[in-house]
């Protein structure tokens, strides 16, 4: 028979274990309520839901009512785009937020006039939508799109010069946005029909520099040309031409900036495709 004491230990060991749930219960509650302050209106966000809290169905359903009341625009421009394959800059879209990469802009691409850029779905449900929110009277009359398990990658082409803002309007009271700031694109400019040869007809200049570089090309036959910088890594870090030109002679120039900025000192290369021909040349950014 079960003595005294064992009963007594058996007591204290359901206790313990009692009260151990309870306070598991407990910590889950106050980060439950935590998570619930976070998005109170005191925290600048909405008191109605938070990401955390809207489940896939609601999603969903926000998703379908903002469709139902706003068009998709870009889709058509976006197969055009991915079918072409070259992205300056790429955001993934997942949680609650729209993210490049980029450490210290995450939310921020910085491209060239005439560059596409490239959404790709992470998680969740989204829009990817131009303008600073629904509000924004432009808003959705470029780019409107679904990001979601079915539409998996958005690109969009953006020829007009500034900073461009979208958002995604599910998500828009965290708020989920991102900017696209467009810069203009380096010079191209004929300088006569005669052409001596296609590719390069002189090397950038001057060399080594540090305000930028000029260079002449030539190219028998109409088609696309397109002139990137690339990094001693082979890291692309500039795209300078991207467009279809008439045959004939043509000056050019970089002005030694990328997507981040002004380029740091160090070995580059300029790579030039034309019709017929594909060269390389080297550039030294000096300090």
């Not at 998005?39 to 359903?61: I, L, N, V, Y």
């Not at 800059?89 to 729209?98: C, N, R, W």
């Not at 004929?190 to 007809?201: E, M, N």
């Not at 008439?246 to 981040?260: C, I, N, T, V």
Request: proline residues 6%; charged residues 20%.
């Amino acid at each position: 028979m079960p003595s005294v004491s064992r009963f007594a230990g058996f007591h204290r060991l359901g206790f313990l274990v009692i009260l151990l749930l309870a306070v598991a219960v407990q910590g889950a509650t106050a980060t439950r309520r935590a998570l619930a302050d976070h998005a109170s209106p005191a925290h600048g966000k909405s008191s109605s839901a938070s990401a955390h809290d809207m489940t896939d169905a609601q999603m969903r359903k926000v998703e379908a009512e903002w469709f139902a009341q706003h068009p998709e625009a870009g889709v058509e421009a976006s197969r055009q785009a991915l079918a072409q394959g070259t992205f300056a800059d790429t955001f993934f879209v997942y949680f609650s937020e729209f993210d490049n990469g980029d450490p210290d802009n995450p939310d921020v691409a910085q491209i060239f006039a005439g560059e596409t850029v490239l959404w790709v779905w992470v998680d969740g449900t989204h829009t990817i939508t131009n303008g600073e929110d629904s509000s924004d009277p432009n808003s959705g009359n470029l780019f409107n799109a679904s990001s979601n398990s079915g539409n998996q990658t958005f690109a969009y082409t953006f020829n007009t010069v500034g900073m461009q803002p979208f958002y995604c309007f599910i998500h828009e009271f965290l708020p989920m946005k991102g900017y696209v700031n467009v810069r203009t694109p380096a010079g191209v400019t004929p300088i006569g029909s005669a052409v001596a040869r296609i590719g390069f007809a002189s090397s950038p200049s001057p060399n080594p520099s540090r305000a930028g570089f000029t260079f002449r090309f030539g190219m028998r036959e109409r088609g696309r040309v397109r002139a990137q910088v690339f990094d001693a890594a082979g890291r692309a870090v500039s795209t300078v031409i991207d467009r279809t030109l008439e045959p004939g002679s043509y000056a050019a120039s970089w002005d030694g900036r990328g997507r981040s900025g002004t380029a740091r000192p160090g070995v580059y290369w300029l790579r030039l495709r034309v019709p017929g021909a594909q060269e390389s040349r080297r550039l030294v950014v000096s300090e």
